[in-house]
């Protein structure tokens, strides 16, 4: 098969495109693909020709919808390098132009957070004099998540046709259940400590392209495959921001509950993971502990294969990861920014240079690389603007609803101060989460939460358990929200809606996550 065409077959199979952003309706999931409960009828067919063939004005708003987008990127890390004033105009400027011409790709759910936005706004312009200000500074930290969900959502797009993916996923897959749920945890975890969301871009084509690969067990065995799969990462890669330093966790709470002890609440934090990697794991084999048996009963159950290791794909997969976590690191050392800020450069960079590996060897190298760019600038990158406005829309409204109440006097009308720190513990860790799901950003209610709290006369918590709490909470809406950065992220480089990813696969996950949190954070209380 050419390149070309098995980049076509991608697109088709793992992209939410034609019937969605013709808003047809509900898209069925069945394993890798996605087909529309209305392909077969005459209606469906004549959207499906239109989608194939789009007319003039659905490419020029393509093109535009891509281009605003590039372009605001570009600003936003011209703004992170340099600072400069003209780059956070262009990025916000961008931001709202892509709103403006980007229509076509939302849906109920980013309408519903656009609409939120503008009430917002309005209130902030009517009783606030300093209102401009506040507008101003979450537009700018808009534009900033909302890059940062595209940039790193590049990965997935090289990552999709490469062979050495291909090749580790489908040995991953071939792993019993047991070993391959805590390998693909344990993964998931370890490479977020170094690549952040990276990780969740390089490693969900990769389970996905392994289990499409055994797609001949058929389609029940693929389903329960993909799941669980996907969640052992969706669990593992969420608590690495437990205790890592690398973590955004470790440098937004520390600042916010100013004294906390950070290698205190770090080490408390690691002890809690530790342990949720054996709940997780437990929650697994329960959940699924009929499912071998069901299968055999039906004829169902795959043949056991012999798994070979592809020593070489697996080499050359640990080399493009040890690629983007070293020049990663290098733009932290030499310029001195965070991690996402750095991998938001070096995601694109080595995407680039990954899909040049992927073509340099055709006869046509430098036209295939150069359609492949195309391809993701015109196409992949207008695809997650869903995503990249719910990201960006929940910070928005979250940061300017947080400037129009003085926590002060709010902690003071609600009597934080009577509070048992237990309980105070438990409504922290419980609150975030379900403040995620309601889209509001953690960092929103981290910070905003955190100095009400510090702000408030006689709080006898303790600062650094306090800390822990909010950091578990930011670590349970991981998994717990559709709104969740993992879910957004997930769902972009998968397909799978983060509905699902959250509350179907890994709803009784985060009710007993949460239930670990509350017990080891009553254990550190007593010590």
């Known amino acids: 098969m050419s390149q070309t065409n098995r980049i076509r077959g991608i697109i088709e199979t793992s992209s939410l495109t034609g019937v969605k952003h013709a808003g047809v309706g509900p898209a069925l999931d069945v394993g890798w693909f996605r087909v529309s409960w209305m392909c077969h009828s005459p209606a469906a067919m004549k959207i499906d020709s239109q989608a194939a063939h789009p007319s003039h004005v659905q490419k020029t708003l393509r093109v535009a919808t891509a281009a605003c987008l590039l372009v605001m990127c570009l600003c936003v890390l011209i703004e992170i390098y340099t600072h400069a004033a003209w780059a956070a105009m262009g990025a916000s400027g961008m931001l709202l132009a892509f709103i403006i011409v980007g229509q076509g790709y939302f849906g109920l759910r980013e309408r519903f957070l656009l609409g939120i936005a503008a009430l917002v706004t309005l209130l902030a312009l009517l009783s606030r004099p300093e209102a401009g200000g506040v507008i101003w500074s979450a537009l700018d930290r808009a534009a900033f998540l909302a890059a940062f969900m595209i940039l790193l959502s590049l990965l997935r797009d090289a990552a999709a046709t490469s062979d050495a993916v291909l090749a580790v996923g489908s040995y991953l897959t071939k792993q019993p259940p047991g070993r391959r749920y805590a390998a693909i945890h344990l993964g998931g975890h370890a490479l977020g400590i170094i690549l952040n969301f990276g990780a969740l871009s390089l490693l969900g084509p990769l389970i996905q392209r392994g289990v499409k690969a055994m797609a001949s067990d058929g389609d029940a065995i693929s389903a329960i495959r993909e799941r669980r799969q996907i969640s052992a990462l969706d669990r593992g890669f969420s608590w690495f921001i437990a205790w890592s330093p690398t973590a955004i966790t470790q440098a937004i709470v520390p600042a916010v509950i100013v004294s906390a002890e950070p290698g205190r609440m770090a080490a408390m934090g690691g002890a809690v993971a530790a342990v949720i990697f054996v709940v997780g794991w437990a929650e697994d084999r329960f959940r699924w502990r009929h499912a ?33 976590a070293g020049l990663t690191v290098a733009v932290i050392f030499a310029t001195g920014v965070g991690t996402i800020p750095a991998l938001m450069l070096t995601a694109p960079v080595i995407t680039l240079w990954w899909i040049w590996i992927q073509n340099r060897k055709r006869g046509d190298a430098i036209a295939a690389t150069l359609g492949r760019y195309r391809q993701v600038a015109t196409q992949s990158i207008p695809e997650g603007a869903p995503e990249a406005l719910t990201l960006s829309a929940a910070g928005y409204t979250g940061l300017v609803a947080g400037g129009l109440v003085s926590a002060s006097r709010f902690a003071t009308t609600l009597g934080l101060a009577n509070i048992p720190p237990l309980l105070l513990y438990a ?101």
């Open 292 to 324: 071998r048996a069901r299968l055999r009963a039906q004829f169902m159950l795959p043949e056991s294969r012999e798994a070979v290791f592809p020593g070489g794909d697996f080499l050359w997969f640990l080399g493009v990861c040890a690629v983007l």
């Open 427 to 527: 409504l922290v860790a419980a609150i975030v989460p379900i403040a995620s799901n309601a889209a509001m950003p953690p960092i929103l209610v981290v910070t905003f939460l955190g100095s009400l709290l510090v702000a408030t006369p006689g709080l006898t918590a303790d600062p650094t358990l306090l800390g822990l709490a909010f950091v578990l909470g930011w670590t349970l809406n991981l998994t717990a929200s559709p709104f969740g950065a993992s879910s957004l992220v997930l769902a972009r480089v998968t397909g799978i809606p983060g509905t699902t990813l959250s509350w179907r696969w890994n709803g009784a996950f985060s009710l007993a996550a949460y239930g670990v949190s509350v017990a080891a954070l009553t254990i550190f209380a007593s010590l």
